[in-house]
Structures are given as C-alpha cells and as structure tokens.
C-alpha cells in the first residue's frame, strides 16, 4: 500500500498537459502496480510454504522421543478452527464487494468481522500449542515438533498480520485517510487474506488430514 | 541541482467534474513531513531517485569487491607454498567461506541491482521505478545486512561452513562461534532486499514501459534483468526457509539437522540447491544482458537473432530449475536422480551455447570498434565458454564424481563467475560510465585494467584445472610438499602460478579504481553519445536529469535511439544506413517539447529507518532477545511512519515559492 499516494499524486494531473496520454495509472499490462506486486509476492509466498511443508512432511514420522501426530491432533477441535478460518473468506468478499459498491460502513464492519474470525482461528492454534505442549510435545522434542510448529506457527504468523492489516485498513478507512482507490486497497488486503486460507486448506489436509 | 516539481492545485481551467476524485496531497495524520533536500548528504540519505540509488549499490557493491578481493588474496598467499602458514586452519576456513558469500552477495548480486536500478527505468523510458521507498529500503537493507555480516568479523570469528553452509557442519557443535548466526541473520536481511527488488523491478517492467514499447522491443539487458527478477521472487524463499531452519536450530535448539534425532543431512542441501542453482544464473544473467548492449554497439549492426537470445535467457532461467541436484551427485542420491539431473544440466548448454553463437555472429562482419568495453565483452565470450566447456564436464556424472570438491570445479565456477560475470560487469562500468557520469573512463587505463584481468584470470583459475584433475582437494588449508607431482603436474608449480595470477587480478583491479579517481579528478565532459549507441538511456542528458526524460518518448523500434538517428536511403549500391540526426538534436528535440507536469516522488525519512531495525532485531537474536524487542519497536515505528507520511512534501517546506504559472511551477530546492 505504501506507494498508493505516489501514484494518486499523479493520477490527480493526469487530464491535462502533455503527459496525458502515458500516465503512470495506464500501466502496459492493465493491472495496477500494487495488484501485481501483490500477486507476485503471493507466487513467492507459494515456494515459503512450499518449503517448509516439504520440510514437515519429510520429518512428520520422526518422532523418537515425544507423540507423533496420530497420538495429539485433535481433528474435531482443528477442523472447527478451519471451518472459522473458511468462513472468513466468505467475509473478506462481502468486505471486497462492499468495498467496490461504495459502502463504507458496510465494508468495515465485514472487516471486523473477518479479523474476528481470523482471531479466532489463532486463538483457536494458540490453545493446540498449549495443549500439545503439555501432552509432551515441544518445539525441540523431535523432528516431527520442531518441524510442525515451524510451518502452522509460519501460518499463524501470517494470519496474525493479515489480522493486522485489515484492523489497519479499517482504522484508516474510518478517518478517511486512504489516498486512493479504496476497492483496491480492500481487494489487496483480500487477495492477501485469500491466500492465507488456501494456504491452510493444504496445510489441515497434509498435515491432520492424512495419516502418518 | 535537481529540480522538484511543487504539489500543484488542479488549475482553475479545468472542469471540476473532470478533475479525478484525489486531488489534494494527503497529510495522513498529520505526523510527518517529507523530507525536500535535493542536494548534499540529506539528498542521499533519503533519496528514492532510482539513479542515486544505483550508484549507492555500485558504491558499496565496489568496496565489497575490495573487500572479498581481500579476502581471495589471502587465500592464495596461504596457498603459494606447501604446508604454509599465512592462516590458520580456522582463518582459512572463514576466508574462503567469506570470500565466496562476499562475491556472490554482496559484489555480483548488488552491482548488477545497481546497473538494473540505475539503468532499467531509463531502457524502458520510466521517470522512475514503481514503488521508490521500497526501491530505497532494498539498498538500505543490503548496506545494512553487508556490514552486519561483516561484523562478525570482530565479534569472535565469521562464518566458517563454507558458503554452502553443509550440515551438520554448521550446528553449534562444529561451529560454536557465533560466525554462522551472522551469516544466515545477514544473508535473511539482505534476502528481504532482493526479494522487494524482485518486486518492484517486475512490476516496473511490465507496467511502466514507454507507449509504443513492446515486451519485444526491450533492451536485451533490460530482458535479462527480469528474468533474474523471476528467479530471484521464487528462488528467495527457499534460502529464506533453509535459513530459518538453521537458525532456529542454532537459536532456538529446533532438531532440523540433528542426525541423532533421525535428521536428513540431504534436506540442507536439497533446499541450499534449489536456491543455490537459479542463484548462479542470477548471478551471470546480467551479465549477458550487458553485454548484448554492449556488443552490436561496437560491432555497429544489431544484436544477431535479438529473439533467440531473449528466449534463450529465459530458457536459462526456466530449465534452472530443475538441475540443482548437480550438485550433489556424490551425496548417493541414487541412479535414476542422478541420471535425471545429469541430462537436465547438459540442455542447460543449449540455450548458453546459442547465445555464445549470437553474440559471436553479431560480432561477424561488423566494423569493431575495440574500446575497453567492447574487450571485456569479448572477454566474457572467450571466458565463459571455457567455463561452459568444464562446466559440461561436471554434468556428466561420473565424470563429476572424480572432479567433485577438486581444484577443478573451483576452476570452473570461477571461469564463469569471474570470466563472466564480473567481466561483464566491467564492461558495463566502461560502457555506461560516460551516462552515470557524465565523464568517460580513461581508456588507456582502462586497457591495462582489461589486459590484466584477462591474463590474471587465465593465470590464476587456469592451472586450477590441472590442479583440481590431479586431485588438489577444495578447502583445504594446506597442500603437503611430499604429494607434488613432476613435470607438467607439479602442484608446487602451478599453486605458485595460480597465486601469481591473482595479484595480477589484483593489480587490474587497482588500476580500475585508479581509473575512478583519475575520471573524477581529471576527465573532461563525454561527448552526450560516445559510442554511437542504440537504445532509450541515451536519449536524455549525461548525467541524466532526475526526472530522466523531459517527454517520455514514444517507442517505434527495437534499437529505438539508432532507429532515431539512422535512416535507410536508397543509393547505386543498394539501401545504405545514412546518419540523418545527431543525439544533440534528438536531446534538443525532446527538451522542446516538455512535458509540463512531471511529478516524482518526495524523498522519504523511513526505508534506512526501516532497514536500521533489521540488524538490531539480529543482533538481539544472537546476543540477548530484549534487544530484538528494541529492534521490533523501532521497526514498527518505522512502518508506522512509512504509512502515515503524506504522499508528497507539504508546500510550505519548498523554497521560495514562485508565483506565477501554478501548473508549471518549478521550485529549487537547496
């Protein structure tokens, strides 16, 4: 988002004069600047997780000392936290669709609530760990630990600032400081929020879904 | 004296239902100001013109060089006699593990940001790259993670596990200083900044391009820039992760490598690789790109098959994907992999081979024009093939496993490295100096600096291959007097020869920083297009102004500038290319018609504050965690502020302001 005022600085002079007919807002490709970053960062983001996902599945059976998997996870309790975490996409498009009618009030209340849920899907990891940690299970226990709590606490990590972000986005929608496209910025946080799901629907498959 | 345009009020002219829903610059919340200097140590600091930036890479990148220059010496003079005693086994360890992480991170990687900074908005006709904070904030941070590594240096011994960084070498029982830590936070911070230059140029390639330029219109340069974009956005994380899991086991006692709790020793080296081979092609892609520039200009007709060396460089980059395993062939990956990669690796000569035949056949026929920069082109030409050539070797497997960890592949990658790369790069230097600068190197210098580093080169990675085939082990500290062979594989010899050579480098590198000093001191003002040259850079002034172009100009062409000033005329002997404009009438033309409204954007206090949090927050990882809070505070604080500034300098912090014409208004700044 940080570049949106350059930008809009530009847009703002754009119906006159000679630079008229190449302003910055006409990009070759069509996308603006903060959407395809946004899109490229999510392809980097792809080979993050692709990593340490390759990294748990190799160490999942490797628990010498400590519980393996089939022994702590908990499926009812994880599959309702993802259940939350799925539904806050559902929010995040009413939030986005809210966002491009225009509709300020609505748009942030969507926000609030897809932060909430998103809260509540780390409250809900957060009490996992404790709860895995007094059955045994640390960070240096074992390979299959170390390597579980480094890819959800990866994920939760990127929740919490998807948290973050929309709690930001709706503070300043609210003073009305957003210097730009508002849809946009709304829709960027969105794709961000989206990825994060998807991302959690292969990690809850990979991970609590298949058997060791 | 730069020139910065005032935030102008949308003129009375206009009608307001036309004027766009934005139009006031925000105050955010009022916090922050922009800063406004456009000269003196302030400008620099808080700059976010791509150009300054570029040079501030090239600046650090070159003392970088120094430095790993530094380090490869010592290295030799360890290894100019038998069982000698330069170093200790220890020192050595951390020189050629610095040596290596310093080259490839800190000299080759920056120095072509910075030609890709300075360069790949004027090839494209940009005023600027996409997002300039994050443009700013990605130098700061290698600055930052460069002397952060280095550092380490005085703080109980560097890193000392190769730049490989194998494990379990690399856990705290090999290697209990703290060498390692600073690596891998080091490597994590200058990462982030290759990571947000990825960004930022992709999205400035494919959405700033002037009107009329198409994706097969660009330079070659700007081509390869992209390419090593894309492989950088997606090799990054990869390191990033294997990283994590390093220090997480070094910091936080995380299991990831410990064999005794049934860790994969392979697993560092897979995810190593998979950054580790696209890396090599990031590091010699520009490179080619340069020297595509650089070659049609001096052969004085266009780059032969422009489509099948663009083609050609992104099938480089895709099929290095998948051949990292190359570099575990002895790690017992079993037949099939090895089998697989090994053919993987030799389509990788496709691709290479054909570009080494374009470049050469653009040479063909043409009327040379030896400068400095045209010979090191040449030189890349000559010395990569030969890199190519053992690199070749090596894919086949078996023959791989009687070189691998010889002498002979320290030949090899550096053949290609050096011979390429770094090659490269100074033709660029030569080539491009006259626009950065104004001010043309010397070329007298400038050939002695050639001639050394060629024969150096040759003098000192040549007989490596001779070395390494006779089974010199890599890394090691000392060769013993009692296994030197006679003859042609005297070891004593050629060590000595090697060790020779690499002062010669040396001493072609010194004379290029003579070179610097003497071009700024003494050199007269280049003529605005030196070399005949054929792309958009050089339509606008040298050094160019900071808003780049006075009107962006309109692409027709490939090669758009010679298309400007040459002209096909029909005579007895056929068509004929006929000078019909000279630069300084294309420039004169272009400044006439000047856009009225060029807005750049204001500097900006918050990318070094940014990059600044960085090493505190690394620091408190390695020495105490509340550091790392301190860090995280101001990091906050810094993003806070990056958001909340406003989006350009408040009008009141110009200098006088004008009357007048408010839309044309164009205020000094000092």
């Not at chain 2, 010496?73 to 100019?80: D, E, F, G, V, W």
């Not at chain 2, 009107?211 to 097969?216: A, D, E, Q, T």
């Not at chain 2, 950054?275 to 004085?300: D, K, N, Q």
């Not at chain 2, 890599?474 to 060790?499: C, Y």
């Amino acid at each position: 988002m940080a570049d949106i005022a350059v930008h809009d600085v530009d847009h703002a002079h754009t119906d006159h004069g000679a630079y008229e007919d190449h302003a910055p807002h006409a990009t070759s490709t069509g996308l603006s600047n903060n959407k395809l970053s946004m899109w490229l960062f999510l392809g980097s983001e792809c080979l993050l997780f692709g990593g340490l996902i390759s990294t748990y599945m190799l160490y999942r059976g490797r628990h010498e000392a400590g519980p393996g998997p089939d022994q702590i996870f908990d499926i009812p309790l994880t599959s309702v936290s993802s259940f939350i975490l799925l539904m806050s996409s559902l929010t995040m498009v009413l939030a986005v669709n809210s966002a491009k009618r225009k509709d300020d009030r609505n748009t942030s209340l969507w926000l609030t609530i897809t932060a909430l849920l998103g809260a509540l899907f780390v409250g809900g990891q957060v009490y996992e760990f404790t709860s895995f940690y007094h059955e045994g299970l640390g960070f240096t226990t074992s390979l299959f630990g170390s390597s579980f709590y480094t890819l959800t606490g990866f994920h939760g990590v990127h929740v919490t600032l998807g948290i973050i972000m929309l709690m930001v986005v709706v503070f300043i929608m609210q003073r009305d400081r957003i210097t730009g496209d508002k849809a946009e910025v709304v829709e960027l946080v969105g794709l961000y929020w989206h990825f994060v799901d998807v991302v959690w629907v292969i990690i809850f498959t990979l991970v609590y879904l298949i058997p060791s | 004296m730069a020139i910065i345009e005032r935030p102008a009020a949308v003129p009375a002219t206009v009608d307001a239902v036309a004027a766009p829903e934005v139009v006031t610059p925000t105050q955010a919340l009022g916090a922050f100001r922009r800063p406004v200097s456009s000269t003196g140590w302030k400008s620099w600091l808080f700059t976010v013109d791509h150009k300054k930036l570029g040079i501030m890479y090239g600046a650090v990148s070159l003392f970088f060089f120094l430095v790993g220059g530094i380090e490869a010496l010592l290295i030799r003079l360890q290894l100019a006699a038998p069982d000698n005693t330069v170093l200790s086994a220890d020192q050595y360890n951390q020189m050629f593990t610095m040596h290596a992480t310093t080259m490839v991170f800190l000299f080759v990687m920056p120095m072509a940001a910075a030609f890709a900074n300075y360069f790949l908005p004027l090839q494209i006709g940009a005023r600027d790259v996409a997002f300039p904070r994050i443009n700013a904030l990605g130098f700061w941070l290698f600055l930052f993670g460069g002397l952060f590594l280095n550092s380490s240096w005085l703080l109980g011994g560097a890193a000392d596990g190769g730049w490989f960084m194998y494990s379990p070498n690399s856990s705290a029982l090999f290697s209990p200083s703290h060498g390692i830590d600073f690596w891998v936070l080091g490597l994590q911070i200058t990462g982030i900044a290759s990571l947000i230059g990825a960004l930022n140029l992709i999205v400035t390639v494919l959405n700033m391009r002037a009107p009329g330029m198409k994706l097969m219109q660009m330079p070659v340069f700007t081509w390869m820039v992209l390419v090593v974009q894309f492989l950088l956005l997606f090799a990054m994380p990869v390191i990033t992760v294997a990283l994590f899991l390093l220090s997480f086991q070094r910091n936080f006692g995380a299991t990831f490598f410990d064999v005794n709790q049934g860790a994969d020793p392979l697993l560092w080296q897979h995810l190593f690789w998979i950054f580790g081979h696209p890396e090599v092609y990031i590091i010699i892609l520009p490179s080619f790109g340069i020297i595509s520039e650089v070659l049609p200009t001096f052969a004085r007709k266009p780059l032969f098959g422009y489509k099948f060396v663009v083609f050609s460089g992104a099938a480089i980059g895709f099929v290095g994907w998948g051949v990292w395993a190359h570099h575990m062939f002895a790690s017992g990956l079993g037949p099939v992999s090895v089998a697989v990669f090994s053919v993987a690796t030799m389509l990788i000569a496709i691709p290479t081979g054909v570009k080494i035949v374009n470049w050469t056949l653009t040479l063909w026929g043409g009327k040379l024009w030896f400068t400095t920069a045209m010979l090191f082109a040449i030189g890349v030409i000559v010395l990569f093939t030969i890199g190519g050539v053992s690199g070749v070797t090596h894919a086949v497997a078996p023959s791989d496993t009687q070189q691998t960890d010889t002498y002979h592949i320290v030949a090899h990658f550096h053949y290609v490295i050096v011979g390429g790369a770094v090659m490269g790069l100074f033709a660029g230097f030569y080539f491009w100096w006259p626009k950065m600068f104004g001010k043309m190197l010397n070329e007298r210098l400038g050939k002695w600096n050639f001639w050394l580093m060629f024969f150096g080169v040759n003098l000192t990675f040549g007989p490596m291959h001779i070395l390494g085939l006779q089974g010199q082990p890599r890394r090691m500290v000392v060769w013993p007097e009692k296994l030197t062979g006679d003859g042609f594989f005297d070891m004593h010899f050629w060590n000595q020869i090697a060790s020779v050579g690499s002062f010669v480098i040396g001493l072609g590198v010194l004379i290029f920083v003579i070179n610097i000093f003497w071009t700024w001191k003494k050199a007269p003002i280049a003529p605005l297009d030196p070399w005949d040259a054929r792309t958009l850079e050089w339509i606008t002034a040298s050094p160019p102004k900071e808003h780049n172009f006075d009107r962006i100009p309109t692409v027709h062409a490939l090669d758009e500038f010679f298309h400007r000033k040459y002209e096909e005329v029909d005579t007895a002997d056929g068509p004929r290319l006929v000078k019909v404009k000279s630069a300084e009438e294309i420039l004169a033309e272009e400044e006439s018609h000047a856009d009225a409204h060029i807005h750049l954007p204001s500097p900006s206090y918050w990318p070094i504050v940014l990059a600044a949090a960085l090493p505190i927050i690394a620091y408190g990882v390695i020495y105490n965690l509340m550091l790392s809070v301190v860090g995280t505070a101001v990091l906050l604080l810094a993003v806070f502020g990056w958001c909340l500034e406003p989006s350009v300098a408040d009008d009141s912090d110009y200098d006088p302001p004008a009357g007048g014409d408010s839309t044309k208004e164009l205020a000094t700044l000092g």
